[in-house]
């Protein structure tokens, strides 16, 4: 019997335009290793696969592709090998590689008939949901948290992007809660591993990005002792190694800080007091307790046994943080020690430390396994979401494949007793989206000859008919405005503009200004006679919409990317899970100010206010 008879039998017509097409597939994770078996079992033509990472012992679980001899190997290639041979005919072809890289460009893009996101942090979907307007390709995009998955098809002009509507970001705390009054487990545990980890192995306190400095001014007073305290801890940091190191960092923060704190006695007018701790008494009663202790992970350990590990680990990752300063040689940076859930030091020693802060403050311990979910911010991933999600991807594009837009659907998978998958239609795209509501072109530029001046002059206000006041824009910031005309003499590489940037050019004029111009860079020698500077093909930038747009729906909590199914009110307890690559990426951004600078080729947008999630999942936050 031949491959291709059932697929046949139930897509029709449709089945040899399958056959045909060539898709990207962008992640090959939890969600990915299930879609890659549905694309190449479906009988998609050729496939491409991309991943920057490699296979851990704990995506085993649920990422079937991988076996255990796979560990440590890219799980791009990986995935092509073991998808290959479930169906010969596919072409596969594997990346391993960071879809950001520059060598992915639009017209790279442009090569695939559908693109699938199967990623698990913003930036990489914010990255390909840009790309893929830009290449006019259809993407679809999805997520998972626990039971609860999404499935969105987003197509330029037809439909909502990835942007049209904010996304919320992960949780940040006000630093007086996390420095001085905790009252939760979490706050605890935020302490240990984004202020006393870092500040005894890692940056300052400043660079924490749980921090959120938003309530700093009316607390001046406190923010500056809390100030002087970190300095006094990173004195206390150059005595790594010593004997006498482990005395010195309890002694500090679990007695001496807190006895300050305690002296504050406006603050416990209505609080607890904290009780410091004394290291001699906690020691002597810790004496016969061995260190072995901290593999009990499922038990919540006793003062003492917290003492014992907190001991053991600030051993064990003082000498490995020595061993790594004596490879270093002279010009490298400092080297540091990251917190890592999977690491078990790092782990240890946030467990023992956050716990120690919970007897001072009368607040509960957790066990090592539920510290670990907390300080990773970690909802389970579930193989049966991640295989059902897979499986609705699949079937949206095959009305994305059909042209049916019509049929299309945003998808959402609940643990509801009603309706388990549910959909709606997609929305219109959001005319004030600040990345898909532009007009948008390529500009092919003449890389030894184009200046700033001849896009502003020739081509923007000679071919196109922008008037005085616009602005150009990058992704740094304003290249030109009519009060800032220095960089007009500038060649375009001068300014860093290359081969795949984008430009933005904002309409200032205050009567019927253009949508906003998104133009993507390609960078090619131009016949001397030609201007530097053209539009291969004709640009429209029509006028913004005068009305009000309507009014946008609140943003949408969003759990690794998954918006909340809007009639699912047992789904408030959507948590964004993520990685430490993912921490990386969408912390940077809330650095700034608590707030999240939108990620997108549009510099001038007001920045998102993070709307602060108050759910009852794994991490509950009362503010
Ligand atoms: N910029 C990127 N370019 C390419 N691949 C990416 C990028 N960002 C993330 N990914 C990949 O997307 C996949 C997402 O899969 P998934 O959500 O299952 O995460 P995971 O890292 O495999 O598992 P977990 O986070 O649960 O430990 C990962 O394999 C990750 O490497
Ligand atoms: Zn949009």
């Known amino acids: 019997m031949g491959r291709d008879r059932f697929p046949k039998q139930s897509l029709g017509s449709l089945y040899s335009r399958i056959k045909q097409s060539r898709v990207l597939m962008v992640g090959a994770g939890g969600i990915g290793c299930e879609l890659l078996k549905n694309l190449v079992l479906t009988g998609f033509g050729e496939v491409h696969i991309i991943d920057l990472d490699t296979i851990d012992l704990s995506n085993l679980n649920r990422q079937f592709l991988f076996r255990h001899e796979h560990i440590k190997k890219s799980k791009a290639l990986v995935a092509k090998e073991t998808a290959g041979r479930f169906n010969p005919n596919v072409k596969l072809e594997a990346h391993h590689a960071n879809i950001k890289d520059a060598e992915f460009t639009v017209d790279w893009f442009k090569g695939f008939n559908l693109v699938f996101n199967a990623l698990d942090n913003l930036d990489a979907r914010r990255h390909v949901n840009k790309m893929c307007l830009a290449a006019e390709v259809p993407l679809i995009e999805s997520g998972t948290t626990g039971f609860n998955g999404q499935v969105q098809v987003i197509q330029r002009g037809k439909t909502e992007c990835y942007d049209c509507t904010p996304k919320q970001t992960p949780k940040s705390f006000p630093v007086c809660t996390i420095r001085s009054t905790p009252s939760q487990p979490i706050h605890c545990i935020v302490w240990a591993k984004s202020y006393l980890f870092t500040e005894i192995f890692g940056t300052s306190e400043d660079d924490a990005a749980e921090f959120d400095?938003?309530?700093?001014?009316?607390?001046?007073?406190?923010?500056?002792?809390?100030?002087?305290?970190?300095?006094?801890?990173?004195?206390?940091?150059?005595?790594?190694?010593?004997?006498?190191?482990?005395?010195?960092?309890?002694?500090?923060?679990?007695?001496?800080?807190?006895?300050?704190?305690?002296?504050?006695?406006?603050?416990?007018?209505?609080?607890?007091?904290?009780?410091?701790?004394?290291?001699?008494?906690?020691?002597?009663?810790?004496?016969?307790?061995?260190?072995?202790?901290?593999?009990?992970?499922?038990?919540?350990?006793?003062?003492?046994?917290?003492?014992?590990?907190?001991?053991?680990?600030?051993?064990?990752?003082?000498?490995?943080?020595?061993?790594?300063?004596?490879?270093?040689?002279?010009?490298?940076?400092?080297?540091?020690?990251?917190?890592?859930?999977?690491?078990?030091?790092?782990?240890?020693?946030?467990?023992?430390?956050?716990?120690?802060?919970?007897?001072?403050?009368?607040?509960?311990?957790?066990?090592?396994?539920?510290?670990?979910?907390?300080?990773?911010?970690?909802?389970?991933?579930?193989?049966?979401?991640?295989?059902?999600?897979?499986?609705?991807?699949?079937?949206?594009?095959?009305?994305?494949?059909?042209?049916?837009?019509?049929?299309?659907?945003?998808?959402?998978?609940?643990?509801?007793?009603?309706?388990?998958?549910?959909?709606?239609?997609?929305?219109?795209?959001?005319?004030?989206?600040?990345?898909?509501?532009?007009?948008?072109?390529?500009?092919?530029?003449?890389?030894?000859?184009?200046?700033?001046?001849?896009?502003?002059?020739?081509?923007?206000?000679?071919?196109?008919?922008?008037?005085?006041?616009?602005?150009?824009?990058?992704?740094?910031?304003?290249?030109?405005?009519?009060?800032?005309?220095?960089?007009?003499?500038?060649?375009?590489?001068?300014?860093?503009?290359?081969?795949?940037?984008?430009?933005?050019?904002?309409?200032?004029?205050?009567?019927?200004?253009?949508?906003?111009?998104?133009?993507?860079?390609?960078?090619?020698?131009?016949?001397?006679?030609?201007?530097?500077?053209?539009?291969?093909?004709?640009?429209?930038?029509?006028?913004?919409?005068?009305?009000?747009?309507?009014?946008?729906?609140?943003?949408?909590?969003?759990?690794?990317?998954?918006?909340?199914?809007?009639?699912?009110?047992?789904n408030a307890d959507l948590k964004r899970k993520r990685n430490a690559s993912d921490i990386g990426l969408e912390d940077e951004q809330i650095k700034k100010r608590g707030k999240v600078a939108e990620e997108t080729s549009h510099a001038v947008e007001e920045d998102l206010v993070v709307v602060e999630d108050s759910g009852n999942g794994a991490i509950v936050i009362d503010d």
């Open 213 to 570: 400095h938003s309530e700093d001014a009316e607390n001046a007073k406190e923010i500056e002792n809390l100030r002087q305290e970190s300095q006094a801890l990173k004195a206390i940091r150059d005595s790594m190694g010593s004997d006498e190191f482990p005395r010195r960092v309890f002694e500090k923060v679990f007695g001496d800080d807190i006895k300050r704190l305690r002296s504050m006695e406006d603050m416990w007018k209505s609080r607890r007091p904290p009780e410091a701790l004394d290291y001699d008494r906690v020691s002597q009663s810790a004496s016969g307790i061995d260190p072995s202790i901290s593999v009990k992970d499922q038990e919540n350990w006793n003062l003492a046994e917290n003492f014992v590990v907190f001991s053991d680990s600030l051993r064990r990752l003082s000498a490995r943080l020595r061993d790594t300063q004596a490879k270093v040689s002279d010009g490298d940076a400092p080297p540091i020690l990251s917190f890592d859930k999977d690491d078990v030091d790092t782990l240890d020693f946030v467990t023992a430390s956050a716990n120690l802060r919970s007897f001072i403050f009368g607040i509960g311990t957790k066990s090592k396994f539920d510290i670990k979910q907390m300080a990773g911010n970690i909802i389970p991933a579930i193989a049966t979401t991640n295989a059902m999600t897979a499986g609705l991807c699949v079937l949206q594009a095959f009305h994305v494949m059909r042209g049916d837009m019509e049929k299309a659907r945003m998808v959402f998978l609940t643990r509801s007793t009603e309706r388990v998958i549910s959909g709606e239609p997609l929305h219109a795209p959001n005319p004030d989206c600040p990345v898909c509501g532009v007009a948008q072109s390529k500009l092919v530029v003449d890389p030894t000859r184009a200046t700033l001046n001849d896009l502003v002059e020739s081509l923007l206000r000679l071919e196109l008919g922008y008037g005085e006041e616009f602005s150009v824009n990058n992704e740094v910031g304003i290249l030109y405005d009519p009060d800032l005309d220095d960089n007009l003499p500038k060649k375009l590489s001068d300014l860093g503009i290359k081969g795949d940037s984008f430009l933005t050019v904002v309409d200032e004029d205050d009567d019927n200004p253009r949508v906003n111009l998104v133009l993507s860079i390609s960078e090619q020698p131009l016949p001397e006679d030609s201007k530097p500077v053209l539009l291969p093909e004709k640009v429209e930038v029509p006028r913004k919409p005068k009305a009000v747009a309507p009014a946008v729906e609140p943003a949408p909590p969003v759990a690794n990317g998954v918006a909340h199914a809007p009639n699912a009110a047992d």
